[in-house]
């Protein structure tokens, strides 16, 4: 025989029937008990450990974009540092219109910025101060990424982010089977010792492989604990509670009902709250950001971009706003059963299946609200881990970063040049519409006017097919493609004058441009309507290469024709 403690006192018990009574000593009890220590031990350490670590990201993040920032402005110093030290004649220029600027502390008034800081007496010192800086930066630059890169890999094989919250969902499952075993409602309603005993087993397996669907796989096992009672009784939610003892449905109130209720509130009001804080956070960084652009800071605007946004990522990762509203709801429905039971007749709360509907509805609000809470924390750790691999990807090319923000500062200084550079091309671009009724002509090769003689119309229309002709033995010059100059004819006159333009670089005549102009002109000529006088040579204006108007077409040559004989 043996001695069972039970809540009247120490019973005398056969050994054989001991493990089925419900005591420290009950094997069902004890199994799930040590399950639940296990998965509720487990979430809480992967919980803290990785909230830590992608705080830290986080962090290093910031971090990282800070020192480009500052990279920005070091740079800038140092190009001053140069000019100032690179002129020697204008420390001579000092010393003689005011000796005592030469003074060191007066020098490190005039360097300003970190020379003031340094407490650097002259430029070159100051100098060397900055490129050491400029060195460290960048050692830190390089560093950073890879620290970060090399912990979010270890994390993501090492720590997922939602293997917590499989180890808690396995706890809470085991505990909602504990409650039912413990009150005898449910499944457990009307079956024997034994049979509730396998019942409770096989829903402690059942967590299990809940927990495996989930990804949990690390090790969660833990050594059995040698005082196990003492181990239940610290996750209970009342300390008069020993975790093992059938509860009546009042101790069911005050140890389990009650207490959940009060963490449920407790819960909500800071979750609301907290989601409140941070958001006036990010909404006051984000008017830090506009209100440095107002004031001429526009780089430390990325600075305040990534606090913002780390902000929301660690918003996402607390849960903060998502479970508010799910742990108020359970309140509610937990208010209106424990209101429908105090309300009804005492004969019915005697009875055993009132109280085991009781008993399982209840337990079921708590379920749900652990299905409805699962959905939203696996939502809002994907949403977490997403934030967190764009803000990484930002922190490892901080380099880009800070050549992005030098870019963004050159913009006002470039201005005036890009300006000019546009009014330039208007104006090249007037001058090429202008130059387009112009007729081309091949530029004279000597500025000294000669008599010419007429061309007939089968010399002129067989021009372009002529080959070159030499010079004449008198000097003379000839046109390109072995047309003389006397067989140029003047441009056409446009029917309207072209606005006044700034001149434009002559370019090469081409044959394409010269040699159809040429006949048309001899065939005028020999008919008699043309002017018989060479005239001056025109210059050829001609759009640059870059301006996207095509070059005007050439004119068409003339079909003349021979006379006939």
Same mark, same amino acid.
């Given at each position: 025989?043996?001695?069972?403690?039970?809540?009247?006192?120490?019973?005398?018990?056969?050994?054989?029937?001991?493990?089925?009574?419900?005591?420290?000593?009950?094997?069902?009890?004890?199994?799930?008990?040590?399950?639940?220590?296990?998965?509720?031990?487990?979430?809480?350490?992967?919980?803290?450990?990785?909230?830590?670590?992608?705080?830290?990201?986080?962090?290093?993040?910031?971090?990282?974009?800070?020192?480009?920032?500052?990279?920005?402005?070091?740079?800038?110093?140092?190009?001053?540092?140069?000019?100032?030290?690179?002129?020697?004649?204008?420390?001579?220029?000092?010393?003689?219109?005011?000796?005592?600027?030469?003074?060191?502390?007066?020098?490190?008034?005039?360097?300003?910025?970190?020379?003031?800081?340094?407490?650097?007496?002259?430029?070159?010192?100051?100098?060397?101060?900055?490129?050491?800086?400029?060195?460290?930066?960048?050692?830190?630059?390089?560093?950073?990424?890879?620290?970060?890169?090399?912990?979010?890999?270890?994390?993501?094989?090492?720590?997922?982010?939602?293997?917590?919250?499989?180890?808690?969902?396995?706890?809470?499952?085991?505990?909602?089977?504990?409650?039912?075993?413990?009150?005898?409602?449910?499944?457990?309603?009307?079956?024997?010792?034994?049979?509730?005993?396998?019942?409770?087993?096989?829903?402690?397996?059942?967590?299990?492989?809940?927990?495996?669907?989930?990804?949990?796989?690390?090790?969660?096992?833990?050594?059995?604990?040698?005082?196990?009672?003492?181990?239940?009784?610290?996750?209970?939610?009342?300390?008069?509670?020993?975790?093992?003892?059938?509860?009546?449905?009042?101790?069911?109130?005050?140890?389990?009902?009650?207490?959940?209720?009060?963490?449920?509130?407790?819960?909500?009001?800071?979750?609301?709250?907290?989601?409140?804080?941070?958001?006036?956070?990010?909404?006051?960084?984000?008017?830090?950001?506009?209100?440095?652009?107002?004031?001429?800071?526009?780089?430390?605007?990325?600075?305040?971009?990534?606090?913002?946004?780390?902000?929301?990522?660690?918003?996402?990762?607390?849960?903060?706003?998502?479970?508010?509203?799910?742990?108020?709801?359970?309140?509610?429905?937990?208010?209106?059963?424990?209101?429908?039971?105090?309300?009804?007749?005492?004969?019915?709360?005697?009875?055993?299946?009132?109280?085991?509907?009781?008993?399982?509805?209840?337990?079921?609000?708590?379920?749900?609200?652990?299905?409805?809470?699962?959905?939203?924390?696996?939502?809002?750790?994907?949403?977490?881990?997403?934030?967190?691999?764009?803000?990484?990807?930002?922190?490892?090319?901080?380099?880009?970063?800070?050549?992005?923000?030098?870019?963004?500062?050159?913009?006002?200084?470039?201005?005036?040049?890009?300006?000019?550079?546009?009014?330039?091309?208007?104006?090249?671009?007037?001058?090429?519409?202008?130059?387009?009724?112009?007729?081309?002509?091949?530029?004279?090769?000597?500025?000294?006017?000669?008599?010419?003689?007429?061309?007939?119309?089968?010399?002129?229309?067989?021009?372009?097919?002529?080959?070159?002709?030499?010079?004449?033995?008198?000097?003379?010059?000839? @046109? =390109?493609?072995?047309? $003389? %100059?006397? &067989?140029?004819?003047? !441009? /056409?006159?446009?029917?309207?004058? +072209? *606005?006044?333009?700034?001149?434009?670089?002559?370019?090469?005549?081409?044959?394409?441009?010269?040699?159809?102009?040429?006949?048309?002109?001899?065939?005028?000529?020999?008919?008699?309507?043309?002017?018989?006088?060479?005239?001056?040579?025109?210059?050829?204006?001609? @759009? =640059?290469?870059?301006? $996207? %108007?095509? &070059?005007?077409?050439? !004119? /068409?040559?003339?079909?003349?024709? +021979? *006379?006939?004989?």
């Amino acid at each position: 025989m043996a001695i069972a403690d039970t809540p009247d006192g120490p019973v005398l018990l056969d050994p054989a029937v001991l493990s089925a009574v419900r005591t420290k000593d009950d094997v069902a009890l004890r199994t799930a008990w040590q399950r639940y220590l296990e998965y509720s031990t487990a979430s809480d350490k992967r919980k803290q450990t990785q909230e830590a670590v992608r705080l830290a990201i986080l962090l290093l993040s910031v971090l990282v974009v800070i020192l480009a920032v500052v990279s920005t402005y070091l740079a800038t110093e140092r190009g001053r540092l140069e000019v100032m030290a690179g002129i020697p004649a204008a420390a001579s220029a000092i010393e003689a219109a005011a000796p005592e600027a030469l003074n060191p502390v007066n020098q490190t008034q005039t360097l300003g910025g970190l020379c003031a800081i340094m407490r650097q007496p002259t430029a070159a010192e100051c100098l060397g101060s900055v490129n050491n800086l400029i060195e460290l930066n960048k050692i830190i630059l390089i560093a950073l990424p890879l620290i970060i890169a090399g912990t979010l890999t270890w994390m993501m094989q090492f720590m997922p982010g939602t293997a917590w919250i499989g180890y808690r969902i396995g706890a809470e499952l085991v505990r909602y089977q504990l409650y039912l075993y413990r009150m005898e409602a449910g499944d457990y309603t009307g079956k024997t010792s034994s049979e509730q005993q396998e019942q409770l087993l096989e829903r402690v397996k059942q967590a299990r492989r809940r927990v495996d669907q989930l990804g949990s796989s690390e090790p969660y096992t833990l050594p059995i604990p040698a005082d196990l009672g003492t181990a239940v009784k610290a996750k209970c939610n009342d300390a008069r509670d020993d975790g093992f003892s059938q509860l009546s449905v009042d101790e069911y109130l005050l140890y389990r009902i009650r207490p959940q209720r009060e963490w449920y509130v407790k819960k909500l009001h800071r979750n609301y709250g907290d989601l409140r804080t941070w958001r006036a956070g990010v909404l006051f960084m984000t008017g830090i950001g506009a209100f440095l652009v107002a004031v001429g800071f526009e780089p430390w605007v990325a600075v305040t971009t990534s606090i913002a946004t780390a902000a929301g990522i660690f918003i996402d990762l607390k849960m903060y706003g998502r479970t508010y509203a799910i742990y108020h709801t359970a309140v509610m429905e937990l208010d209106e059963e424990v209101a429908r039971w105090l309300a009804l007749p005492q004969e019915r709360k005697d009875e055993a299946a009132e109280v085991s509907d009781f008993v399982k509805r209840v337990e079921d609000i708590l379920q749900r609200e652990r299905e409805r809470w699962m959905q939203q924390a696996m939502q809002s750790q994907a949403a977490s881990e997403q934030g967190l691999l764009r803000n990484v990807n930002l922190a490892n090319s901080p380099f880009r970063v800070a050549e992005g923000i030098n870019r963004d500062n050159d913009i006002p200084a470039s201005v005036p040049a890009a300006q000019s550079v546009r009014a330039s091309a208007l104006a090249t671009q007037t001058t090429a519409q202008a130059a387009i009724p112009v007729s081309v002509s091949a530029p004279a090769l000597d500025p000294a006017p000669t008599p010419t003689t007429p061309m007939s119309a089968p010399t002129a229309a067989s021009a372009p097919a002529a080959p070159p002709a030499p010079a004449s033995s008198t000097g003379g010059a000839t @046109a =390109p493609f072995g047309q $003389p %100059r006397s &067989a140029q004819a003047p !441009p /056409p006159r446009p029917a309207a004058a +072209p *606005p006044a333009t700034p001149p434009a670089r002559p370019v090469p005549v081409t044959a394409s441009q010269t040699v159809p102009a040429v006949a048309a002109a001899s065939a005028a000529s020999a008919a008699g309507t043309g002017p018989q006088a060479t005239p001056a040579p025109a210059v050829v204006r001609a @759009a =640059p290469p870059s301006s $996207p %108007r095509p &070059a005007p077409p050439a !004119p /068409p040559e003339l079909d003349v024709l +021979p *006379p006939s004989s």
